[in-house]
Each structure stands twice: as structure tokens, then as C-alpha cells.
């Protein structure tokens, strides 16, 4: 995705975008989740490659967890830093989601 280079540049551009949730939980809060996307979609979630913090309505995540695939509509909201696991801060590029539907669930 052409985005995932200077998210910024892209603020307001709207997408589908496809993609496979790397986290949701308390970290992320109730209202954002990181996940996998791109602008096609994949057979293997690791095929995705751009991550990304997707921010939304707690409505449209409530049931949303770790692994599920899904296809959005989103809008770019820019670029967000956020720290990761270990301690260190990641830069990602921030979509807004518009509509949310998960193509398969986690097991």
C-alpha cells in the first residue's frame, strides 16, 4: 500500500482495505486494534503487509479479536506512534473505520 510510506500524505483518502487483527485487548483500548491490512485481499493473513492502528466505534470491535481477517472501510486518519511490547515506539500508519464485517473468525 502505497500509504504505508508517508501515511500523512494520505489524510482523508478513503479504502477497503483487507486485513488480519495483530491485537486487541487492553493495550489497545476499546476503541483501536492493530492489525495486518492491504488493498487486496490475501489468502494467507501473512501476506498482508503494512501494519496499522484502526480506530473506531467500541460497537464496531466489541466482538473483533486477535487473528479474525476482515474487510473495512476505512479512512486515513495519518500516522500514529504508538509503543510496542517491548518498550520501543513504532510509527503506523492510522485508519479510521467506517464499517467493519470479519470474514473469519479466530478459532
Do not use: W
Amino acid at each position: 500500500m502505497a500509504l504505508a510510506k508517508d501515511p500523512d500524505a494520505h489524510t482523508g483518502e478513503c479504502y477497503v482495505v483487507y486485513g488480519v487483527v495483530t491485537r486487541s485487548d487492553a493495550a489497545t483500548g476499546a476503541e483501536a486494534l492493530r492489525a495486518d491490512v492491504d488493498g487486496v485481499r490475501h489468502t494467507d493473513a501473512y501476506e498482508c503487509p503494512t501494519n496499522t492502528v484502526l480506530t473506531g466505534d467500541v460497537k464496531a470491535f466489541a466482538k473483533i479479536v486477535t487473528d479474525d481477517s476482515f474487510t473495512a472501510k476505512v479512512e486515513v486518519s495519518g500516522s500514529i506512534e504508538y509503543e510496542n511490547q517491548i518498550g520501543g515506539e513504532r510509527t503506523a500508519p492510522e485508519l479510521q473505520v467506517d464499517s467493519i464485517k470479519v470474514t473469519t473468525p479466530a478459532p
